[in-house]
């Protein structure tokens, strides 16, 4: 199957700075990938569909200027969460899907970003 | 905004037991997929059903689909204690590219 990284796997870092998560396709040209986070023992919530060469699609109530998300390549996504603050420690996702949604694709999932904002 | 929802939220059963999780969605679909997350990790696909179809076979896994209930059920046979994660659905909504996932059914097989 196709393979999705994703790094760092785990960060920790102080009130107000930035955290930049990379997110590569490692095997196949994604033209577009999804942004997830993650709060304990729940569900995936989707924040918003990267978009190479344009501008990312939020979902609703997902602040643009919290949540950056860059999409430079067609192997590479980057999510950066600026002015971290303690309620944005939790667990993010990215993935893509080689063959697209649209079609009946799967989803590829990286390994996951573990945020803590202290 | 949330689609599937499973149930049980949690099912806790021995090595060999079959275990049996339901997902229900609101609105029509292209199709259904699982997937499978173990504690701390990214997901994994496990199988996915259309819409035009009832039952689906991969393994151990079985799937169902009745799109007039809107309802989907996951069947694992002959669990092992390795299929201790959390399981997922997930739905494409029709005319949208995206995936909306439930909120999972926590599986656990004890040896």
């Known amino acids: 199957g196709a393979v999705v990284s994703q790094h760092p796997s785990r960060v920790i870092c102080k009130s107000g700075t930035s955290v930049k998560i990379e997110c590569r396709s490692l095997?196949?040209?994604?033209?577009?990938m999804f942004w997830y986070r993650q709060f304990p023992k729940k569900s995936l919530m989707l924040m918003a569909t990267?978009?190479?060469?344009?501008?990312?699609?939020?979902e609703q109530g997902v602040e643009k200027d919290k949540f950056l998300i860059n999409h430079a390549s067609l192997t590479l996504s980057t999510l950066t969460v600026t002015s971290a603050h303690p309620e944005d420690s939790s667990f993010y996702i990215c993935?893509?899907?080689?063959?697209?949604?649209?079609?009946?694709?799967?989803?590829?999932f990286g390994e996951g970003s573990r945020l803590t904002v202290l | 905004s949330q689609q599937g929802e499973e149930d049980p939220q949690a099912l806790s059963i021995q090595e060999g037991e079959n275990a049996t999780m339901n997902c229900s969605y609101k609105?029509?679909?292209?199709?259904l997929q699982w997937y499978r997350q173990n504690s701390g990790r990214g997901l994994v696909h496990l199988i996915l059903?259309?819409?035009?179809?009832r039952e689906k076979h991969s393994g151990r896994l079985r799937v169902t689909l009745d799109t007039s209930k809107k309802s989907s059920s996951l069947l694992i046979t002959a669990s092992r204690a390795a299929d201790t994660a959390s399981y997922f659905c997930?739905?494409?909504?029709?005319?949208?590219?995206?995936?909306?996932f439930g909120k999972g059914t926590m599986l656990l097989v004890s040896p």
């Open positions: 993935s893509a899907s080689p063959m697209g949604l649209a079609g009946g694709g799967e989803l590829f």
């Open positions: 095997d196949f040209q994604a033209t577009t």
């Open positions: 990267s978009n190479e060469g344009s501008k990312a699609t939020y």
């Open positions: 609105t029509s679909i292209n199709n």
């Open positions: 059903i259309r819409s035009n179809e």
């Open positions: 997930a739905t494409d909504e029709a005319g949208y590219s995206t995936l909306t």
